[in-house]
Every structure is written in C-alpha cells, then in structure tokens.
C-alpha cells in the first residue's frame, strides 16, 4: 500500500486545507453536534476558524457568522462554551425554523493525526478500481467531496504522484484481494483496465455481500451488453439473480448521454450521493 502524505496545497480538499493551516496556528473545530427539524447542514459537518480565515462551512448565513464569532472569541481569550445551541428563527435573522448543536473545540499543530483519522472515518467511504482515464476523472470529482477514496489498480505505476489527503492508492495483484479490506459501507466502482479484473472484482463483492452485506453500492462501468455477458459468468460460479440485481451497469444517474470521463464522473458522483446511508459495524 503506497503512502500517501496529507500535507498539500489549500485548494485540494478541506482537510488538507485544514491540516496546512494548523502547521501555521491554533484554530478551533466547530462541528455540527445535532439537529432539529430543519437545518442547513447535517450532523457531522464541521468548519475550522482561524485567526484571519476559516476552512468549510457550517451552513453559511448568521449561524455561521455567530459560530465564527464565537470561536474566534474562544480562540483569542482560551475561554467560553463548548456547545452552543442555536434556534434558526427571526433572532438570529434565518428562516429555517430547525434548530442546530454546534460543538467548538481548540486545535492545533498536535491533533493533525487524531483529526485525520476521526475526518475521514466521518466521510463516505468509496472504493474505485482502475486507474485509466475515467478513473481518474472520477477521483478529481469525489476528492472534492465529503468521500474518502481507496484507490486500487494492479498496476502500482498507474497512480499520480501527488494526490489529495482524501485519497489513498493501493497496489493489489491479483486487484479483487482488495475487496476483503474495504471498509464496510463502501460504495464500489469498477472500471479497470481488464473485463476479467472487472468480472473478479464484481464476484469478490458479492460474495463479500453474501456474508457481510455491507457493501451498499456496486457500480460497473460499461454498456448492457457487457452486463449481459458478466450475469452468464457470475451465475456460473453460483451468484443468484437477486444477488446479481445488486449490481448498477451501465453507472451514472439516468439521462447524462455523454461518454467524455469528465461527463461520466459527475454522474457516477451523482448516483453515488444518492446511496442511503446504511448501518454497519465498524
């Protein structure tokens, strides 16, 4: 498994935007702790304040001015309180009408580690297999997403030297070995540059999805056909139909005609943020 260092230049995902700035100075986390009815960000969601400057957003409005406010107060003074609630009604000039629990913590240049794996255990998990062209035009689509990308290929030359922090590469041969590691709840794609390594790697998560069933999403590129001809082989080797029904071919939402990577990395984003969460035991 290649390693892949977090510290990158700003404008390449939130948390290595976040961790190049604690190399820099304190700043506090302010994290979405809990909502009530109608809120702009979901539990989780989180923002870091800085002296001059913030990373990500909360929700943006006067909620967010408060929050910033709030920390920059806690930040300069070392005082004030750790979880504030905040009624999205006419006094806080937000029509909402939800309520939001935000939690505000101080952190610096020693909590990069800890923040790194709580961040990304706190982000969707996706597995791409295949390092071609459409792969990577996916991983510059879900790197800028809430995601965390295990990036594996047979081919441990195929990867990009520099990468953002959400994004991890891994060198698997033969490529469906990698299966067994995912992190449950992963939402798998499968485009590498082999329809044997493709047909592997479809049987090696549905056989993961027999026994474990923590795998919401598979999605394999390419037409009905191939599909077609995949479902004689699977079945086969002992895969049901409903079993196979478990599987997306063609990938992308319905309606997105255009086969440029670029075009087929939206959609597949998009089909992708559409997947329920599921219950999984970590």
């Given at each position: 498994?290649?390693?892949?260092?977090?510290?990158?230049?700003?404008?390449?995902?939130?948390?290595?935007?976040?961790?190049?700035?604690?190399?820099?100075?304190?700043?506090?986390?302010?994290?979405?702790?809990?909502?009530r009815g109608s809120a702009p960000r979901e539990a989780g969601t989180w923002m870091a304040v800085f002296?001059?400057?913030?990373?990500?957003?909360?929700?943006?409005?006067?909620?967010?001015?408060?929050?910033?406010?709030?920390?920059?107060?806690?930040?300069?003074?070392?005082?004030?309180?750790?979880?504030?609630?905040?009624?999205?009604?006419?006094?806080?000039?937000?029509?909402?009408?939800?309520?939001?629990?935000?939690?505000?913590?101080?952190?610096?240049?020693?909590?990069?580690?800890?923040?790194?794996?709580?961040?990304?255990?706190?982000?969707?998990?996706?597995?791409?297999?295949?390092?071609?062209?459409?792969?990577?035009?996916?991983?510059?689509?879900?790197?800028?997403?809430?995601?965390?990308?295990?990036?594996?290929?047979?081919?441990?030359?195929?990867?990009?030297?520099?990468?953002?922090?959400?994004?991890?590469?891994?060198?698997?041969?033969?490529?469906?070995?990698?299966?067994?590691?995912?992190?449950?709840?992963?939402?798998?794609?499968?485009m590498s540059f082999s329809h044997a390594e493709d047909l592997d790697v479809v049987a090696a998560c549905?056989?993961?999805?027999?026994?474990?069933?923590?795998?919401?999403?598979?999605?394999?590129?390419?037409?009905?056909?191939?599909?077609?001809?995949?479902?004689?082989?699977?079945?086969?080797?002992?895969?049901?139909?409903?079993?196979?029904?478990?599987?997306?071919?063609?990938?992308?939402?319905?309606?997105?005609?255009?086969?440029?990577?670029?075009?087929?990395?939206?959609?597949?984003?998009?089909?992708?943020?559409?997947?329920?969460?599921?219950?999984?035991?970590?």
């Amino acid at each position: 498994m290649a390693s892949m260092p977090w510290k990158r230049y700003l404008n390449v995902s939130l948390q290595s935007a976040l961790f190049e700035h604690l190399l820099l100075e304190p700043g506090v986390l302010v994290s979405v702790q809990s909502t009530r009815g109608s809120a702009p960000r979901e539990a989780g969601t989180w923002m870091a304040v800085f002296a001059a400057t913030t990373v990500a957003t909360v929700g943006g409005g006067h909620l967010e001015f408060d929050a910033i406010a709030h920390a920059r107060t806690l930040l300069q003074q070392g005082v004030g309180e750790p979880v504030v609630r905040y009624a999205l009604g006419p006094s806080l000039g937000q029509c909402c009408g939800g309520e939001v629990v935000l939690h505000f913590e101080r952190i610096d240049a020693n909590d990069v580690a800890a923040l790194h794996q709580r961040l990304t255990h706190a982000d969707t998990p996706v597995a791409l297999f295949g390092g071609g062209h459409v792969g990577r035009a996916v991983v510059q689509v879900l790197a800028n997403l809430p995601m965390h990308l295990t990036w594996v290929d047979s081919r441990d030359e195929i990867f990009p030297a520099d990468l953002p922090a959400n994004v991890l590469c891994e060198h698997s041969d033969p490529v469906h070995a990698a299966v067994a590691d995912l992190r449950p709840g992963s939402r798998v794609l499968i485009m590498s540059f082999s329809h044997a390594e493709d047909l592997d790697v479809v049987a090696a998560c549905l056989a993961r999805q027999r026994a474990q069933s923590d795998l919401p999403y598979v999605g394999l590129i390419g037409s009905k056909t191939k599909w077609a001809s995949f479902r004689q082989r699977l079945e086969a080797r002992g895969f049901t139909v409903a079993e196979m029904a478990h599987v997306t071919c063609p990938i992308g939402v319905p309606g997105i005609v255009g086969k440029e990577p670029e075009v087929i990395a939206v959609a597949v984003a998009a089909q992708i943020l559409q997947i329920p969460e599921i219950p999984v035991n970590c």
